[in-house]
């Protein structure tokens, strides 16, 4: 059972490159999140998605889009990376239908913009 | 504004007790969960608060009390792998997590 899988695991970009990080889910979770980690804070939250085809707003969506074209994925994009979005970026998910609503964290993928 | 506030780093012997303190100031609660860290890895989810109270979970437990905004983690038996970092979140109102910096625990022989 893989779980929740996130690609790349590194990147180094130059300001001003765009990436996309893909995350996958095999746990037919509704809601998928992506969120930054990022020394002496908490987890913040990006984006995410309730459901196939919904995205919304997080804590600090600036700089980054997402889709859920699928609801097995969520692609988080920069479109334009500046270093203040050196990061470690962790994906999760959760079936709201659960008491906790319990996060599934993928691996993370740590990203460098110089 | 919200706040979760936790200690940045705690050292512990092995086979010793840890009680890790959580306070949180949150509009609304609806619930309150630990995980825990390893370096370099994700978090994993741990206990899951809502009522009043203490839960227990093998070495870990958990315990609640909403009406001073506080909660702790308490680890038993410490174990070498126990070294990790415990997050603290807090559900509020709108459904949504806020996080705490962490609490990086240190476990020596």
């Known amino acids: 059972n893989a779980g929740v899988t996130q690609t790349p695991k590194f990147r180094v970009l130059k300001t001003g490159q765009s990436m996309t990080l893909l995350c996958a889910q095999d746990?037919?979770?509704?809601?998928m999140y992506w969120y930054r980690q990022d020394p002496g804070m908490g987890l913040r939250l990006i984006h995410y998605?309730?459901?196939?085809?919904?995205?919304a707003k997080g804590e600090v969506p600036d700089g980054y889009n997402v889709s859920r074209l699928k609801k097995q994925n969520f692609l988080l994009g920069l479109e334009s990376a500046a270093p203040s979005q050196t990061s470690v970026y962790f994906c999760?998910?959760?079936?709201?239908?659960?008491?906790?609503?319990?996060?599934?964290f993928g691996e993370g993928s740590r990203l460098t913009v110089l | 504004g919200q706040n979760i506030d936790q200690p940045t780093e705690m050292t512990a012997t092995e086979g010793a007790i840890v009680q890790i303190n959580c306070t949180y100031q949150?509009?609304?609660?609806?619930?309150l969960f630990w995980y825990q860290q390893h370096a370099g890895e994700a978090p994993t989810f741990l206990s899951y608060?809502?009522l009043d109270g203490l839960e227990e979970k093998g070495r870990f437990s958990s315990f609640l009390s909403r009406s001073k905004g506080y909660s702790y983690l308490l680890l038993k038996e410490l174990q070498m792998k126990d070294s990790a970092s415990y997050l603290c979140a807090v559900k509020d109102s709108n459904y949504q997590l806020i996080w705490g910096a962490g609490t990086k625990l240190i476990i020596k022989p």
């Open positions: 949150t509009s609304g609660f609806n619930g």
């Open positions: 998605s309730v459901g196939e085809g919904t995205t």
């Open positions: 746990m037919n979770h509704e809601y």
């Open positions: 999760a998910s959760s079936y709201e239908g659960l008491d906790t609503g319990e996060l599934f």
């Open positions: 608060n809502v």
